[in-house]
């Protein structure tokens, strides 16, 4: 889908390019990777994942944590369920016992899978919802800025084709609006998310190659 997307967009340009009615046709620019990471909403959504992140890491940590100490648990009353010094009758009641220990285990294991399970959808899902919104911010500054300066077409200069190559070969960067697209973005931004995003154990929230260009119909 990726390379599908990119060679559209190369055939594009080359059509514009290549007929002489359309060769004035006025094109703008973006760098979408320098908006996305710039955006403090960006910032904002990465810190909460993070939090969203150590939260989840942390229940996991505990339901592995009661695990282990079922386990141990566990094991002493298969000691004692074993025990020759106690009567037959007793021994029999523990073996009892360490049954219905066990079932808690094996219980509580399927629980602890799920929920790791369920804990990494849960997160992804959270990340594409964060992303795809922003996206469409930040698409919608641009078409509205590209509408108001009469670009026909707006792409990414520093988008990729699959095979990780530029998908456009050159821009002169007369007409970009990343910089001007960027302040809209972030002029009611809180002073603490303008300041250089630190790095978390989150993912970063990726995608931007989904917003390639911007019609101005």
């Known amino acids: 889908m990726k390379f599908l997307r990119t060679t559209v967009l190369t055939i594009l340009l080359l059509v514009i390019l290549s007929i002489p009615a359309l060769a004035q046709t006025k094109i703008g620019t973006v760098d979408l ?23 989840l890491a942390k229940d996991i940590k505990g339901m592995s944590d009661d695990l282990k100490k079922g ?7 298969l000691e004692q369920a074993n025990d020759q010094a106690i009567s037959a009758d007793q021994r029999d009641k523990r073996k009892l016992a360490v049954a219905d220990k066990l079932k808690q285990l094996q219980d509580s294991k399927t629980a602890l899978d799920q929920f790791e399970r369920q804990a990494q959808v849960t997160l992804q899902e959270q990340q594409m919802r964060m992303r795809d919104s922003i996206l469409g911010e930040i698409k919608a500054v641009v078409t509205a800025k590209a509408k108001a300066a009469g670009y026909a077409l707006v792409v990414d200069a520093a988008a990729e084709t699959a095979n990780a190559t530029t998908a456009v070969i050159y821009s002169s960067g007369e007409n970009d609006l990343t910089d001007e697209v960027l302040k809209q973005l972030n002029a ?10 630190v790095s978390t154990a989150v993912p970063p929230l990726v995608g931007t190659n989904s917003l390639k260009k911007v019609n101005s119909h």
């Not at 990777?33 to 939260?55: E, H, I, N």
């Not at 009611?188 to 995003?197: E, N």
């Open 33 to 55: 990777r320098k908006l996305f990471d710039g955006y403090w909403k960006t910032k904002q959504a990465q810190s909460v994942l993070a939090d969203r992140q150590a939260q």
């Open 71 to 77: 386990g141990e648990e566990y094991q002493k009353l």
């Open 188 to 197: 009611s931004a809180p002073i603490d998310l303008t300041k250089p995003v």
